[in-house]
């Protein structure tokens, strides 16, 4: 095996002293290292010649990243995120549908970067679909979401004000909650949300769903197609139509009636493509 140098994002103190201890119980260091640190350890881990990088975060740190990369000609494989679409086409079932996106974006209270970002759910059925998903949310959670030991905070502050500034265009139909010294927001389905409002200008990374409408599968296609390319895409409706809307667009992975589990499957490889990163890794493809 390879010698390896691991850096540990310092937003989850915690983990990343949990790491160092595990590592330096188990390796020698001339084999396996594990640095702490902000952007001044990135900046001088980067300055270094490694055969390989593997990063994931941001594509905004992804391109510091690569340009550090370029300058030995070191290969990367970059997982980054992006707005991971979901459509919900007329003809899909809505119960199947409602338990799955609510499981696939609560999971760690949203900060994951294959959650479904937005929705994008056929005129006929938005209403009763988005009935649905508060219900399966109720039922994955209880009644007093905060005192669930399955519903997790927001990492820091920082991600709490940007969140919470996501939450004042549109309609709050369900959710809204906020408890801003536990960092807590509650599950919030946001509906008639326009393509210009802040929410959808970034990833979310958090428990808020936003929701956009329409008429025929070619609207979704071309919004897709016309932003940057997501690290997920999720379509629930018919095989045939799934077909299609895939074979329109570009994302590093995708799902037909799910969320979440292009992932779990380690005989399939993982990663994004143009802005949402390049390389696959997991299982066979991570060696």
């Keep these: 095996g390879g010698c390896s140098i691991l850096k540990p994002s310092p937003d989850a103190p915690a983990i990343a002293m949990a790491m160092q201890e595990m590592i330096e119980e188990t390796f020698d260091s001339n084999y396996i290292a594990l640095v702490q640190g902000g952007r001044e350890t990135n900046t001088i881990l980067l300055n270094e010649r490694f055969d390989i990088i593997f990063f994931t975060g941001s594509s905004k740190v992804g391109k510091v990243v690569m340009r550090a990369a370029a300058e030995h000609l070191t290969p990367v494989v970059l997982e980054l995120g992006g707005k991971s679409p979901c459509i919900i086409d007329a003809d899909a079932n809505l119960n199947r549908a409602a338990k799955r996106i609510a499981w696939g974006k609560l999971i760690n209270a949203g900060q994951t970067c ?10 006929s059925i938005k209403d ?9 949310i109720e039922e994955m959670y209880g009644n007093d979401i905060k005192e669930s030991r399955f519903y997790p905070r927001i990492v820091n502050q920082r991600a709490m004000e940007r969140l919470k500034s996501f939450m004042n265009q549109g309609t709050i139909h369900s959710g809204g909650e906020v408890d801003e010294k536990e960092r807590f ?13 802040l929410i959808m200008q970034e990833e979310i ?11 025929h599968i070619d609207e979704t296609i071309e919004y897709i197609n016309k932003n ?7 379509y629930f409706g018919k095989n045939r139509k799934a077909k299609e809307v895939l074979a329109k667009t570009s994302s590093g992975g995708a799902c037909i009636n799910d969320t979440l589990m292009h992932i779990a499957n380690h005989k399939l490889p993982f990663g994004g493509v143009g802005n949402s990163g390049m390389g696959n890794y997991h299982g066979h493809d991570s060696f």
Excluded: S, W
Aim: aromatic share 14%; charged share 20%; glycine share 2%.
């Design 228 to 234: 940057e390319k997501p690290l997920a895409f999720y």
């Design 185 to 197: 927001i509650a599950p919030t389905i946001i509906d008639n949300v326009n393509p210009d409002f």
């Design 205 to 215: 990374f958090g428990p808020i769903l936003p929701v956009m409408t329409f008429e």
């Design 114 to 123: 294959i959650a479904p970002d937005y929705l994008f759910a056929h005129h």
């Design 128 to 136: 009763e679909l988005l009935d649905k998903i508060a219900k399966k």
